[in-house]
């Protein structure tokens, strides 16, 4: 029923009558009920209905003030010196309403059109995730990125030739770099690749693949699979190499560690690999990727945890680490769970 609306543009929503009277006009409930179908029907649509609504009301005609007594009289004055005859053909006026129209819709679509492009050409791209919702992303020098749930990455939208490769990551992220020989071998000379984690920490990468975990109230860290980086803080420079990590030491200097990490996801099975990780971090890395609140009794404070676990849905993993512990998991409510002893 709704299949025709699958190839939509931006540009073929402004030009949509239907559309654009859901949009503007009292509320319709036969037009509310078509148009989220079509939403239902195919999410991908949802951001260009979104954009072109908004550009719709932004172009909408803002009513007049009612005139005066003396502007009536001025615009009465100014009918007069323009009158056309008092008895028009009815072809003819009906020829003329038609010219008006059709100059009128085509003046809202150039303008819709040119705000459209403008607005296309924002130079900078930003995207977030929701919990439990992973992002694969392809970034202008042909780098990819996988943006983990509840994350953020922005960036600018064209990278020219020369001009550094920057990226600003909130969250946690996996990125394969586009080594700097395969962008000149695509024609494309970029400087160093950039990721900025904070206001004072910046990761500076050559050709590599390596992860980031940069969430609020935990020590951002950065681990290398492959390639070369330096990690810069406030004139503290770290240079990694493969298998390394660097964090936040206690003093707010930064710290590499070497050896598998603590915390680690394997992207290719969809698992968490745990390596002597306390059990505080464990829930804590569990509630970031997918909403939830996990309540530990003291019992489990000093615990360890060590294997690999599922990491499809938080009730599964903590199911799981319940059972390493040898404790027990109950649910108080819409993602609020306890561990405690049985």
């Given at each position: 029923?709704?299949?025709?609306?699958?190839?939509?543009?931006?540009?073929?929503?402004?030009?949509?009558?239907?559309?654009?009277?859901?949009?503007?006009?009292?509320?319709?409930n036969?037009?509310?009920?078509?148009?989220?179908?079509?939403?239902?029907?195919?999410?991908h649509?949802?951001?260009?209905?979104?954009?072109?609504?908004?550009?719709?009301?932004?172009?909408?005609?803002?009513?007049?003030?009612?005139?005066?007594t003396?502007?009536?009289?001025?615009w009465?004055?100014?009918?007069?010196?323009?009158?056309?005859?008092?008895?028009?053909?009815?072809?003819?006026?009906?020829?003329?309403?038609?010219?008006?129209?059709?100059?009128?819709?085509?003046?809202?679509?150039t303008?819709?059109?040119?705000?459209y492009?403008?607005?296309?050409?924002?130079?900078?791209?930003?995207?977030?995730?929701?919990?439990?919702?992973?992002?694969?992303?392809?970034?202008?020098?042909?780098?990819?990125?996988?943006?983990?749930?509840?994350?953020?990455?922005?960036?600018a939208?064209?990278?020219?030739?020369?001009?550094p490769?920057?990226?600003?990551?909130?969250?946690?992220?996996?990125?394969?770099?586009?080594?700097?020989k395969?962008?000149?071998?695509?024609?494309?000379?970029?400087?160093?690749?950039?990721?900025?984690?904070?206001?004072?920490?910046?990761?500076?990468?050559?050709?590599t693949?390596?992860?980031?975990y940069?969430?609020?109230?935990?020590?951002?860290?950065?681990?290398?699979?492959?390639?070369?980086?330096?990690v810069?803080?406030?004139?503290?420079?770290?240079?990694?190499?493969?298998?390394?990590?660097?964090?936040?030491?206690?003093?707010?200097?930064?710290?590499?560690?070497?050896g598998p990490?603590?915390?680690a996801?394997?992207?290719?099975?969809?698992?968490l690999?745990?390596?002597?990780?306390?059990?505080?971090?464990?829930i804590?890395?569990?509630?970031?990727?997918?909403?939830?609140?996990?309540?530990?009794?003291?019992?489990?404070?000093?615990r360890?945890?060590?294997?690999?676990?599922?990491?499809?849905?938080?009730?599964e993993?903590?199911?799981?680490?319940?059972?390493?512990?040898d404790?027990?998991?109950?649910?108080?409510g819409?993602g609020?769970?306890?561990?405690?002893?049985?």
């Amino acid at each position: 029923m709704n299949s025709r609306y699958k190839q939509y543009t931006v540009v073929d929503f402004l030009a949509d009558e239907s559309f654009r009277d859901w949009v503007l006009g009292p509320e319709n409930n036969r037009l509310t009920t078509k148009w989220e179908a079509v939403r239902k029907a195919h999410p991908h649509l949802t951001p260009l209905m979104d954009e072109a609504a908004g550009m719709i009301r932004a172009l909408r005609t803002v009513k007049p003030e009612a005139k005066t007594t003396r502007q009536a009289d001025d615009w009465e004055a100014i009918q007069r010196k323009l009158a056309t005859p008092a008895v028009e053909p009815m072809g003819h006026r009906y020829r003329r309403l038609s010219y008006q129209w059709m100059a009128a819709a085509a003046l809202l679509a150039t303008i819709a059109l040119g705000l459209y492009l403008f607005l296309r050409q924002e130079p900078m791209v930003e995207v977030r995730t929701a919990y439990g919702e992973d992002a694969e992303i392809a970034l202008p020098d042909g780098s990819t990125l996988v943006l983990y749930p509840n994350s953020s990455i922005r960036y600018a939208r064209q990278w020219n030739s020369g001009t550094p490769r920057e990226v600003w990551l909130a969250g946690e992220s996996r990125l394969d770099i586009a080594r700097m020989k395969e962008t000149a071998a695509a024609g494309r000379t970029h400087a160093p690749f950039k990721v900025y984690l904070n206001d004072s920490l910046s990761v500076t990468v050559l050709g590599t693949v390596f992860t980031v975990y940069n969430r609020e109230a935990r020590t951002p860290l950065v681990h290398l699979e492959s390639g070369r980086v330096q990690v810069d803080r406030a004139g503290h420079r770290v240079v990694l190499s493969p298998g390394e990590s660097v964090s936040y030491g206690q003093h707010g200097d930064l710290v590499k560690h070497s050896g598998p990490r603590a915390i680690a996801r394997l992207p290719q099975t969809n698992e968490l690999a745990l390596h002597d990780a306390p059990l505080h971090d464990a829930i804590a890395y569990i509630a970031g990727n997918f909403g939830v609140t996990i309540q530990a009794d003291r019992d489990f404070h000093d615990r360890h945890l060590d294997g690999i676990v599922p990491f499809s849905a938080a009730t599964e993993t903590l199911a799981v680490i319940a059972a390493i512990v040898d404790g027990q998991l109950t649910e108080s409510g819409p993602g609020v769970f306890r561990l405690s002893k049985k």
